[in-house]
């Protein structure tokens, strides 16, 4: 779903890259959204092709770091959606074979593209709000089938894998990756295992956050950052997937309030060019660092040992 709806359309639209050839189990599947009608069912036949200069990974989570690390040692670039692996470990063997190859690899965290995104990130640091005190983040939607595979543990699936390299990745990033110390953390189990609904509380920088993650609560979205000073919010109910579609920041300051808007754009698209022209060699891009999705690795691994269950 996220190859056919995110990243085709980015790379359709990109001057900077093509979809030659594409792998799926299923083959009318994989063929229609190869543009040139290649196709593979078997994966390895992909990332074996000689005319293939980088991977794009969509797998289930559990097989992300396994299929990347055989594509590097391929001599392929690696873009892997989020998450990058299952736990800090696994973050650690695919870094240490990315440098052993050479290759690009990074994870796919469309959303650091966002003008938005980036925006708040300038307002915050440029200390117009003052110093920050708390941060609040939450995606969250409702109505998992069982079948799918978020639901499955498994295969890596769960709220906190799914929705927190958004959510509770954010305000890491945002204090530009200072100690934290979880205090608090929550957990509602769904019935095939998985971790449904997720509340972590925690400090970061000086600063308290909270962030929430679920599979089964209306759909609720917001970044809201609050300061000595004033308050910058995204507005809407698009704070982690505003895609192709307009969107808007609101800044509380000893002024008042004033809202900027951003014109719709596609931030995958945005991702796909820079990670095509850091391939190319070129220094007129920004790259996700592997250290950054090892941060949120560990994070993540310091979330599930409060809650109580094994790393995955």
């Known amino acids: 779903m996220i ?19 594409v792998a799926g189990k299923d083959s009318e599947r994989a063929k229609a959204l190869s543009p040139s009608g290649r196709f593979y069912t078997d994966y390895q036949e992909l990332i074996d092709d000689p005319n293939v200069e980088a991977i794009y990974i969509s ?17 392929k670039d690696v873009l892997c959606e989020k998450p990058l692996a299952m736990n800090a470990s696994e973050v650690r063997e695919a870094t240490a074979v990315a440098k052993e190859t050479g290759r690009l690899f990074m994870e796919a965290s469309w959303n ?15 200390g117009e709000i003052g110093t920050v005190e708390r941060i609040k983040t939450c995606f969250t939607y409702d109505g998992l089938p069982d079948e799918n595979i978020r639901a499955l543990p ?5 709220g906190l894998y799914d929705l927190g390299p958004y959510s509770v990745a954010a305000p890491i990033w945002l204090m530009n ?65 505003s895609h192709n579609s307009p969107s808007t920041l609101e800044i509380y300051g000893k002024t008042g309030k004033r809202v900027e808007k951003f014109d719709a754009c596609d931030p995958y698209q945005l991702m796909a060019d820079d ?33 109580a269950k094994p790393n995955r």
């Open 3 to 21: 190859a056919k709806k995110a990243l085709y359309p980015a790379i359709k639209n990109s001057s900077w890259g093509e979809i030659y050839a």
């Open 59 to 75: 797998l289930p989570n559990s097989l992300h770091i396994p299929w990347s690390i055989k594509a590097m040692r391929a001599g």
């Open 112 to 126: 650091r593209w966002h003008p938005r995104t980036k925006r708040l990130a300038e307002i915050v640091r440029s």
């Open 154 to 158: 498994e295969l890596g699936g769960g």
């Open 177 to 241: 990756f200072a100690p934290t110390e979880i205090t608090k953390a929550e957990v509602a189990w769904h019935h095939m295992g998985s971790d449904e609904t997720v509340r972590v509380e925690f400090t970061i920088g000086g600063a308290k956050a909270e962030s929430i993650t679920s599979m089964n609560v209306p759909s609720t979205l917001y970044f809201e950052v609050f300061g000595s000073d004033g308050a910058v919010v995204m507005g809407g109910n698009d704070a982690f997937n």
């Open 275 to 307: 990670f095509a022209k850091k391939v190319r060699g070129r220094s007129d891009c920004w790259i996700m660092s592997l250290d950054e999705s090892l941060v949120f690795a560990e994070f993540f691994d310091s979330v599930f040992s409060q809650l």
